[in-house]
């Protein structure tokens, strides 16, 4: 059954490259289940930017293909700074890194879910931290719209090689109020990536967010949660926070896996709704596919009634970006709760129960999340695919 499961998973994988080849490298990087996604990545040259807009960057950018290296002074950040002295992990394929054992000493999410206190994870109960990650996107302006006409903000974990590819876009999520984060440059598992080669994916990212904004993002998202303590201790060097989340809509799931039903997310979304009383929470989502924006406009309007549903920032009362305040980003910043943070001030800030609602991002195959309708038989054949894929 692995096997027919795998070649039906990775025909679909291998269907959606061949079809649209920026669609496909998301989707290779985010399902974490494709063999080669630098094949279908969509450029291999160097990226100018400004040619999908009218915006012009003065940067030249690394090719979002390749593994960027850093400018010599992002690397003098780290002088004299306490990096973790893990070891780089290698990568089961393109599956991200594998546990050796049962040992997890450097605290690495993928392996146990673990977290540390300076690790973003939740909302204070009552409030939930509303996320978007990989865009910008084509697909990006019909959820912009839809926000816009709720007045509602998010958080958006935008991809540094998405940003230049459209700027526009990131401007107007910016302009509009939103609260704009990081996701990395190439969207790789971060502890197989060198010390260079991270201070690269977070400082390209930082850097085509400042060029389109004016402001430098504090928050970034590991792709996958794929976060350990080197990781964390770059970070925090080059003054940037992560941020987890703590209930995966699996959204991506509809757009990928052949049997998946956009109702199951609607389901998640109406069982989160109900722990009102006692839980707050950060949801992962994806402005990736026309499917998945859909959903969270469906959705949306569930968590606003059972929720106070903030940025990131103003949940946890943490500033969004290095240079301060933004101008457009009070227009619902009521529910800032600093007393309420979940960096880690308080339990609930490292919940590891909360963190296996998800095994990794857009990989996750939550049994827990998924609608408990929900057919045994995808669920067997989820639970097939998981294990081999991943184990
Ligand atoms: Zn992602």
């Known amino acids: 059954m692995t096997v027919l499961t795998k070649f039906l998973l990775f025909g679909t994988l291998a269907l959606s490259a061949t079809v649209n080849a920026q669609d496909a490298t998301a ?14 990545a969509p450029s291999s040259a160097p990226t100018t930017g400004g040619s999908t807009s ?14 960027p290296t850093p400018k010599a002074e992002w690397m003098a950040l780290l002088d004299g700074k306490n990096i973790t002295n893990a070891p780089v992990l290698k990568a089961n394929g393109d599956n991200g890194p594998q546990q050796q054992g049962d040992a997890d000493p450097y605290c690495d999410w993928t392996f146990t879910t673990c977290t540390r206190p300076t690790d973003i994870i939740t909302c204070p109960k009552g409030q939930w931290g509303i996320t978007y990650d990989d865009g910008p996107t084509e697909f990006s302006p019909k959820l912009y719209d839809f926000l816009k006409q709720t007045n509602q903000k998010a958080t ?17 999520a910016f302009d509009e109020g939103h609260e704009l984060a990081m996701h990395t440059w190439t969207h790789s598992y971060m502890t197989t990536l060198s010390t260079e080669q991270i201070v ?18 504090r928050f970034f998202r590991p792709p996958y949660g794929d976060i350990d303590d080197r990781v964390r201790s770059i970070a925090n060097a080059l003054g940037f926070t992560p941020v987890i989340w703590n209930h995966d809509t699996d959204d991506w ?9 956009e109702s199951w997310i609607d389901g998640n979304a109406t069982e989160w709704a109900g722990l009102n009383a006692t839980e707050g929470g950060i949801s992962l ?7 998945t924006v859909d959903a969270a406009i469906r959705i949306l309007p569930t968590l606003q009634e059972a929720y106070k549903v903030t940025t990131v920032g103003q949940c946890t009362g943490q500033q969004s970006y290095k240079e301060g305040v933004a101008p457009n980003s009070n227009a619902s910043s009521s ?6 943070s979940s960096s880690g ?24 999340s998924l609608d408990s309708r929900a057919t045994m038989g995808l669920l067997t054949l989820i639970g097939a695919v998981s294990s081999y894929l991943f184990m």
């Open 345 to 368: 001030n308080t339990p609930e800030g490292s919940t590891q129960a909360n963190g296996q609602d998800s095994h990794e991002e857009g990989a996750a195959m939550s049994i827990q």
């Open 156 to 172: 958006f974990f935008m991809i540094g090689g998405q940003v230049v590819k459209f700027p526009d876009l990131a401007k107007r």
């Open 285 to 291: 989502e994806h402005d990736l596919y026309q499917k």
């Open 54 to 67: 009218g915006f012009q960057f003065k940067e030249t950018y690394p090719a979002d293909s390749a593994k």
């Open 335 to 340: 529910a800032a709760s600093p007393s309420a």
């Open 27 to 40: 989707s290779a990087t985010d399902s974490g289940a494709v063999s080669e996604p630098s094949a279908a």
């Open 253 to 261: 799931m509809v757009a990928e896996t052949p049997g998946f039903q």
């Open 200 to 217: 690269a994916e977070l400082k390209w990212n930082e850097l085509a967010i400042k060029e389109v904004t004016g402001y430098s993002p």
